[in-house]
């Protein structure tokens, strides 16, 4: 392997670290996984560090330079797909099926593609939005409320994505509006809705599973750091729900 | 029977919702579904416990079944367990607030801390079982991968 090839090959671990830890896997998974690509190489010392928003890999042998290479990592919206299909590519290539630049060209594709189309994200913040008001006691009167409020944060997530919010912004103003709209539409239309649960229902769209999951394999798997952060994310996204339907409630408190 | 179908068809909407591959979307609605069934069936009692074995139930389900169709735990579990998640706690807990009751507002947000520490203990015991156990099972696997000294990678 000439020097080229192993910058190629640090890139396509980091490359292929980037895509997971953006797309919302666990720390120990991502370091795994560029750890496996980079013992490839066969070279003396393989080192990774992965943290919450910063990777770093570096691959050296007593006979050549040092390669390292480090990247900050901005999270995005969670892509679970995007996770196994790294996975899958790096299984292939450390089992030798495909070679390091089909490798690379398959993980460059793999960050640009999305499964779901638009209109299917739309119809799916719909479904969650009325189904999961009905697990929590709604009816099928609730049918109209709990649409509109699942578009609403279906849209004002694409906004605050649009103008790249922060994350606590962007949950706490798609609370407020769910629950402005379904306040809004409960005093409009004139058959009864179970309020509560619509609103419930919608929030399930913004409470922070995933971040719960991560933290607790994180700290698990002894990454205290990024386990710590993963937890204080759980905590403020949930923080910032509650704040966004607080203000709704009492803004909607002294008009109704 | 009508909660377990909700169950799944709303899963079936968070898989899309967080791209989950098409193969994990059936798994995880019905294991998801599944335990929904048990935290309502323990939820009457106490919804901390019944949180808890519904969480451990999802894991070990999601665990399995990642080893059987080679995905990762996380695209399996995370939308099975969206619905235990104390969504409905955190909204009580504020519009009690707001309404001026605060001992109620403190018991649900009581509620929504203790359920997600349930749910995040049951994770860590489950995943610690099946983290031994696979290290058990490809404790040879792993060396393997790794090639001989002087391979060189083909283009």
């Known amino acids: 392997m000439t020097q080229s090839d192993y910058n190629l090959l640090a890139d396509t671990a980091i490359l292929a670290g980037e895509i997971m830890l953006k797309s919302g896997a666990e ?4 370091e795994d996984t560029i750890q496996r690509i980079l013992e490839v190489s066969n070279l003396k010392h393989v080192e990774t560090v992965v943290m919450g928003t910063c990777i770093i890999a570096s691959i050296s042998n007593p006979d050549m330079n040092a390669i390292t290479v480090s990247r900050r990592v901005h999270a995005e919206t969670t892509n679970l797909g995007k996770i196994d299909d790294v996975n899958e590519v790096s299984r292939k290539f450390c089992s030798r099926k495909i070679s390091l630049k089909e490798a690379f060209h398959q993980l460059k594709k793999i960050e640009a593609r999305r499964r779901y189309s638009n209109r299917m994200h739309l119809l799916a913040s719909m479904m969650v939005a009325f189904l999961f008001c009905i697990l929590f006691g709604g009816s099928v009167r609730d049918l109209l409320p709990a649409i509109l409020s699942g578009t609403s944060v279906y849209f004002s997530e694409k906004i605050c994505s649009r103008k790249r919010t ?10 407020f509006i769910l629950s402005m709209i379904a306040f809004l539409i409960d005093a409009a239309i004139p058959w009864r809705i179970h309020r509560d649960e619509v609103i419930t229902g919608t929030l399930m769209l913004l409470v922070p599973g995933l971040a719960i999951t991560n933290a607790s394999r994180d700290i698990l798997m ?4 990024s386990g710590a952060a993963r937890l204080l994310e759980a905590l403020i996204l949930a923080l910032a729900v509650a704040l966004g339907t607080g203000i ?7 008009i109704i | 029977m ?9 899963i079936i909407g968070f898989c899309v919702v967080f791209e989950s591959p098409l193969k994990c979307c059936i798994p995880a609605s019905l294991i998801g579904a599944t335990g929904w069934i048990v935290y309502l069936a323990l939820g009457r009692e106490n919804i901390y416990v019944a949180g808890f074995m519904a969480s451990v139930v999802i894991a070990i389900f999601s665990d399995g079944c990642a080893v059987w169709l ?4 996380t695209s399996l579990f995370v939308p099975g367990i969206l619905p235990i998640v104390p969504g409905t706690a955190i909204y009580r807990a504020v519009s009690y607030f707001v309404k001026g009751k605060y001992s109620a507002a403190g018991k649900n947000f009581v509620d929504a801390v203790m359920l997600s520490g349930s749910i995040a203990l049951a994770i860590v015991i489950v995943d610690y079982v099946f983290y031994l156990i696979r290290d058990q099972m490809y404790r040879g696997d792993r060396s393997s991968v790794k090639c001989k000294t002087g391979d060189k990678i083909d283009h």
């Open chain 1, 166 to 175: 922060a994350a606590f912004i962007t949950s706490m103003f798609s609370a």
């Open chain 1, 222 to 225: 002894s990454n205290y750091i």
């Open chain 1, 27 to 30: 720390v120990n998974r991502v």
């Open chain 2, 2 to 10: 009508s909660s377990f179908i909700f169950a799944f068809l709303a």
């Open chain 2, 70 to 73: 080679k995905v990762s735990t």
């Open chain 1, 248 to 254: 709704a409630l009492f803004i909607m408190q002294y």
